[in-house]
């Protein structure tokens, strides 16, 4: 890869820490959906991580999961149900904190409507449905789904910037409907290696954002790589732009189509 490359990589993930004021709840996926779909037909399999070595030190909520030195796993089982819709299932949400140990924290379903062959297209768009059951200490609510909005251009061949308006509901009203937006602009290095800067935001109930040093605002320098035999690789680093935010989190995911077209 090219030195600048590498330069913009490492400055993306340089920020000076700031003390904790409000805590957000966890997340078991650290990603910006980019409407690719999995040909109708074929498995896919990828498997998300994140750990907090710097984070918030209480719980989002009495009982649950502490964000600091917490360690968050879950695999994604998805199916290309047809060149639109791809079908989700992540099980099992495992996470292991200083408090808590190992424990499940529950399961989730997704549903992804996109524009077919997106990955060919200059304007991708789409959209995601998620329903999740959690476990008492992931979550103050049994049932909780999310809808993510996907937009997304391709500059040029190397350039692509990627909009995911998010809502998330525990299904108690319009004006409690959370707003968690992310957004990714990468550059792509060549087929195998591209480099991006994402950010992930919690503005808090849309009917009464929280104030800006109590939202939560992660910014990420992300590395990704696809192997000559179709593993996908992505490791990251974010860096807490507000009180609000773990002061640091790593994550890394690895996807792979377990059937393949020929």
């Known amino acids: 890869m090219k030195p600048f490359v590498i330069f913009v990589f490492v400055a993306l993930v340089i920020c000076l820490p700031m003390t904790p004021e409000r805590s957000f709840a966890q997340s078991d996926e650290i990603q ?16 998300h991580g994140n750990f907090t070595p710097n984070g918030i030190a209480t719980p989002d909520f009495a009982g649950g999961v502490t964000p600091n030195h917490s360690l968050n796993a879950v695999p994604e089982w998805a199916l290309g149900v047809a060149n639109w819709l791809e079908a989700g299932l992540y099980l099992p949400l495992v996470t ?31 959209a995601n449905f998620e329903f999740s059951y959690n476990a008492k200490r992931w979550n103050a609510h049994r049932i909780t789904s999310e809808v993510r909005g996907i937009v997304g251009w391709r500059v040029s061949q190397a350039v692509e910037v990627i909009l995911n308006p998010i809502f998330d509901t525990a299904y108690d009203g319009v004006r409690n409907l959370d707003f968690a937006p992310s957004v990714r602009v990468a ?24 104030r800006a ?5 992660q910014l990420f320098g992300v590395l990704d790589h696809v192997t000559p ?15 609000a935010s773990d ?14 077209r020929k």
């Open 96 to 126: 292991r904190d200083a408090h808590l140990g190992v424990g499940i924290d529950g399961a989730k379903v997704r549903l992804l409507f996109a524009v077919p062959h997106g990955d060919e297209s200059s304007f991708v768009y789409g």
């Open 229 to 243: 035999g179709g593993l996908e690789m992505e490791f990251g680093a974010g860096v807490g732009l507000t009180g």
């Open 32 to 47: 910006v959906y980019d409407g690719n779909l999995a040909p109708k037909g074929v498995i896919n399999l990828t498997l």
């Open 247 to 260: 002061r640091l989190t790593l994550k890394v995911i690895l996807s792979k189509d377990l059937n393949p």
């Open 187 to 210: 550059y792509r290095q060549s087929a195998a290696w591209s480099v991006a800067a994402e950010e992930y935001s919690d503005f808090g109930a849309i009917g009464r954002f929280a």
């Open 213 to 217: 040093r109590e939202q939560s605002h």
